[in-house]
């Protein structure tokens, strides 16, 4: 993978998720995209693998914000417009700022086979985040499994999630079909409350 | 099972989710199955572990696993949604009723149920060839129709069972049970396991019939097997006016007429029990074969003799003979007087030499349609058809003499001889219930199946039903049948036209079918008819030969 797609480092991990800290400022990967991290496991394709997976950890971006990096100071307003800002206080970009972000974990590749539950152990600290190639998103997306990991996952606001990361792998599909299969996941996840299954599917379809 | 594992034109269309013997089967429609082509009748195959499961589908329901979803249904516009929700949420749910169970060769009677989540297939072929056999290998088995949607599959009669009990073609007026049993009657007579007797109502049946709605016209049997049915007649100037040559002309003398044939006519000719009785003073009187020709002749005078030496009501008297006279007045034509214009041969007695001899016979009763005459004349012949065949039968049993060839003896209207209040006094009752000891067997066609004695309906051995609407006339029909519940959709759903449900002896499971085109190129062939082209070929050859 190369330098140049890198767009985080994770400094905090857990099983089911991890942050990132962002390569640029106020430019997080996209609400609901699908992210990668390398991952230390088997690292057998398989000889036919269109796609070539590396083993990896895939996670959706489900969070991210911009705070001074040093907590225990307050951040003040400063009343100028961007561009004063840019030539007054560079150090504002620079260092006093940080973009974070942070990601569930969906599944992972190993051997080249795509498994849509939790890793064995979570990504290590420090690794580097990449943004997913279209050809994994399609691939990591045939089966719909992840929507239930989406779906139960506490803290996000999961049809926002669920609704950005159907959005953003019917785009690369191009399918109606796509749409109509993680609908129909959806709406046997969601049998007991028909209410969310209409909230989010209108959500796809803005 | 997937679809590529399934035998050829077999297709999985569901899953069984719940159900019990008792009650039949639910199984869940897969989502890419269209609700609207799962329809009631259809036969269809559940895929046990060690048995297959011939069932038919006797009811479809929409089902929903979201409650709330009812309360707020998505807009008719919001297709994704729709799709979202089908097979998923909203689903098919359908009732089966199985009816066979097929173990290897074996057709067993249904003893238990296959396990959950079962493949349910449409049936092929193949299946419908095993369960009702082919023609190809036996010809004891006759191509009736087409399980619904499966295209040319031949659902076949066994002819054997059929002649072996009474039979009943039901149906509301105007759906096809004429032709339908034109049609049995086709295979009855091409098989040859059984010799007809026709009591032809509306002339349908002889030399040719009509096409309701239509200026067509149909061959009747005599044009399909010329040598084998003779055409009898009451009315030969009908016969002639409509251009069918007749066999016989029918003729009964007043000797043949006896009370019972009376107490069959009571409710149309309004007779009191009184005046039954009074008939039943004339009989011990004046015998049985000359009651009602004195009857017929008695004057004033000559009746109050009658009722003074014999203790009868004379008003009853007159009463009866009134009436009697309007019955002889209104069948003059057919019931005459022998006294006055002898007969010179009984017309039973040449039905009987056509029967023995193998060749069925049509009676047809061409202007006669009112029932009374009907009813009258083919309780006549009957009682003695059926008293002959008793001797014949009993003669054989005694020893030497082969047992006479099954007859099966079709009536129309039937519930005017089988009500319950006749059913025991006529001879079409004491047919019905002993059916085949004496190889003497009904083919009932009627349209008021209620109007039939109950304890006749449930010996009736085959049923052929076309549509019925009437709740009294399907329950009537469904008498005797076990597990009744899920066939009473069945037939109310029935097309109005050349569908009909099979049940009974004839067949090993109730089966829809989509009744065989009567009369067409196919049908001709299949009964042995050449066709026309070959039969100009043959005039030419014929013609040649003559000017040769």
């Not at chain 2, 689903?91 to 057709?107: C, E, I, N, Q």
């Not at chain 2, 499966?150 to 149906?171: A, D, Q, W, Y």
């Not at chain 2, 009964?527 to 070959?534: A, I, V």
Request: include cysteine; proline fraction near 6%.
């Amino acid at each position: 993978m190369a330098d140049e797609q890198i767009i985080g480092e994770i400094i905090e991990a857990s099983t089911t998720e991890f942050v990132a800290e962002s390569r640029e400022l106020h430019s997080p990967p996209p609400f609901g995209s699908f992210v990668k991290v390398a991952w230390n496991g088997p690292t057998d394709t398989q000889p036919d693998d269109p796609f070539e997976l590396q083993p990896a950890i895939y996670a959706v971006v489900h969070h991210a914000s911009t705070a001074p990096v040093n907590t225990g100071r307050r951040l003040r307003a400063f009343w100028k417009d961007e561009e004063e800002l840019k030539e007054q206080q560079p150090e504002l970009d620079e260092w006093m700022l940080v973009t974070n972000f942070r990601a569930v974990i969906i599944g992972y590749c190993a051997n080249g086979q795509v498994s849509q539950i939790l890793p064995p152990k979570p990504p290590k600290l420090l690794t580097r985040v990449y943004p997913c190639e279209p050809g994994e998103i399609k691939r990591i997306t045939e089966q719909k499994h992840f929507l239930r990991t989406l779906l139960l996952f506490p803290s996000a606001p999961t049809e926002e999630v669920v609704a950005a990361a159907i959005r953003t792998a019917w785009k690369i599909c191009d399918q109606d079909s796509f749409l109509v299969d993680a609908g129909k996941e959806l709406a046997n996840l969601l049998k007991d409350d028909y209410d969310r299954l209409q909230a989010i599917m209108r959500r796809v379809a803005q | 099972m997937s679809e590529a594992d399934a035998p050829y034109g077999r297709q999985e269309i569901g899953q069984v989710i719940s159900g019990s013997l008792l009650n039949g089967l639910t199984m869940k429609l897969h989502a890419d199955q269209p609700i609207e082509e799962i329809r009631a009748g259809k036969f269809v195959v559940i895929q046990g572990d060690k048995s297959e499961f011939f069932s038919m589908i006797t009811d479809v329901t929409l089902s929903t696993s979201a409650q709330g979803l009812l309360d707020n249904p998505p807009s008719r516009d919001d297709e994704l949604m729709h799709k979202v929700l089908a097979g998923t949420t909203t689903y098919g749910t359908v009732a089966l009723r199985p009816m066979l169970m097929v173990s290897g060769k074996d057709l067993l009677p249904v003893k238990s149920i296959p396990g959950h989540f079962r493949p349910v297939l449409t049936a092929n072929a193949e299946d419908v060839n095993r369960v009702f056999g082919s023609e190809d290998t036996d010809t004891k088995y006759f191509h009736v129709g087409t399980p619904l949607d499966m295209g040319e599959t031949p659902v076949c009669l066994n002819l054997e069972r059929f002649v072996e009990r009474s039979n009943g073609i039901f149906g509301k007026s105007g759906t096809g049970k004429t032709f339908l049993t034109r049609i049995v009657l086709c295979g009855v007579i091409k098989n040859q396991r059984a010799v007809n007797l026709v009591f032809d109502m509306h002339s349908e049946y002889g030399w040719k019939g009509t096409v309701e709605g239509e200026r067509a016209e149909v061959r009747g049997l005599k044009q399909y097997f010329p040598d084998r049915v003779a055409v009898f007649s009451l009315d030969p100037d009908s016969s002639r006016r409509r251009g069918a040559p007749i066999d016989f002309e029918v003729k009964i003398p007043y000797g043949q007429v006896t009370v019972e044939d009376i107490i069959l006519l009571q409710n149309e000719l309004n007779l009191t029990s009184t005046a039954l009785e009074t008939c039943y003073a004339l009989v011990s009187r004046f015998g049985e074969s000359r009651w009602l020709s004195e009857l017929i002749r008695m004057d004033a005078d000559a009746i109050k003799d009658f009722c003074e030496t014999n203790n009868v009501n004379q008003a009853a008297l007159s009463a009866l003979q009134r009436k009697l006279r309007v019955l002889t007045e209104s069948c003059k034509s057919f019931l005459i007087d022998e006294r006055e214009t002898p007969i010179d041969v009984d017309a039973v007695r040449q039905i009987m030499t056509y029967l023995d001899g193998g060749k069925n016979v049509v009676l047809e009763f061409g202007q006669h349609t009112q029932p009374l005459r009907y009813m009258l004349v083919a309780n006549i012949l009957t009682r003695r058809i059926h008293d002959y065949y008793v001797k014949k039968t009993e003669e054989s049993l005694g020893g030497d003499k082969p047992k006479p060839r099954p007859l099966v003896i079709t009536i129309e209207e039937a519930h005017k001889f089988l009500g319950p209040s006749l059913a025991n006094q006529t001879i079409f009752g004491t047919i019905a219930r002993e059916m085949r000891k004496y190889n003497v067997t009904l083919l009932v066609v009627d349209q008021r199946p209620s109007g039939i004695d109950s304890e006749i309906l449930s010996q009736v051995g085959t049923k052929i039903t076309c549509l019925l609407n009437d709740d009294k006339d399907i329950d009537a029909v469904l008498t005797g049948v076990s597990n009744a519940s899920g066939l009473r959709g069945v037939l109310a759903s029935l097309d109005s036209k050349q569908q009909a449900l099979v049940l009974g002896h004839a067949v090993p499971m109730p089966v829809v079918i989509q009744t065989r085109q009567y009369d067409d190129e196919a049908f001709r062939l299949s009964m042995g008819l050449k066709p026309p082209e070959d039969r100009d070929d043959a005039i030419k050859l014929e013609i040649e030969r003559d000017f040769a």
